[in-house]
């Protein structure tokens, strides 16, 4: 029973172009969440989305950034025209139910722009 | 709105000694509490949680923590620090927000255990 898959682990981009982070939810979960961490200010909610539907974004930039969860296939988090400000680590959590009572997170991916 | 307030960003115990780790929040609903632990390079991992019942709860690798409503708190304890505690540790808050459960994290403590 494989646990949360994100890839890639370390994402390296150049100012101005775009990131592509993949996460692959738990067996049977279809809810799934995305935090950035930075140092020293822990983990911050971007979005949330069940299959197909964005839930809650009201923690994502409203530019350049944008999620996806299709019915098919891993949930994607895009960021376009990337910026030195979004290096940081993406980790994704999935859950079974929406109560979140309990996430299950991936290994994240570390994003280095340059 | 929820809110989580971990007090001391570092926190530095022999090994053996008690840990403590401190976690206050807000919330306008009765919440959902959890502990999670990430070790270097890793993700968050489940240590414990309180929805219902029973206020003091007991996690995994001898963790505890209570629930006490009147002071909005949730520490973390245990009772003698191992060296492999060392990591970053989080407490967070859940609670309905419009239909949705969406846990607010804290900042993080550093568990620093010397030998």
């Known amino acids: 029973n494989a646990g949360v898959m994100q890839n890639p682990r370390h994402l390296v981009r150049r100012r101005g172009q775009e990131a592509r982070l993949r996460c692959s939810p738990m067996?049977?979960?279809?809810?799934v969440y995305w935090y950035r961490q930075l140092p020293e200010e822990g983990l911050k909610f971007m979005v949330y989305l069940q299959k197909e539907n964005i839930i809650d974004e009201s923690g994502m930039p409203k530019e350049r950034f944008s999620a996806e969860f299709p019915k098919e296939g891993p949930s994607i988090l895009r960021i376009q025209q990337v910026v030195r400000g979004d290096s940081a680590a993406y980790f994704c959590?999935?859950?079974?139910?929406?109560?979140?009572?309990?996430?299950?997170f991936g290994s994240g991916t570390q994003l280095s722009v340059l | 709105a929820q809110s989580v307030t971990q007090l001391g960003s570092h926190v530095s115990v022999s090994e053996g000694a008690l840990v403590l780790l401190r976690c206050n929040y807000s919330?306008?609903?009765?919440?959902?509490l959890f502990w999670y632990v990430q070790y270097p390079n890793q993700g968050l991992q489940l240590l414990l949680k309180?929805?219902?019942?029973?206020?003091l709860v007991k996690g995994i690798n001898g963790f505890e923590a209570e629930f006490k409503k009147s002071e909005t708190s949730f520490h973390l304890t245990k009772p003698s620090a191992h060296m492999s505690d060392a990591a970053e540790y989080f407490c967070a808050v859940t609670s309905a927000s419009g239909g949705s459960y969406i846990p607010t994290f804290g900042r993080g403590t550093s568990l620093i255990v010397h030998p």
């Open positions: 067996k049977g979960h279809s809810h």
């Open positions: 919330s306008s609903v009765p919440p959902y």
């Open positions: 959590a999935s859950s079974p139910g929406q109560s979140g009572e309990k996430l299950f």
């Open positions: 309180y929805t219902t019942g029973a206020t």
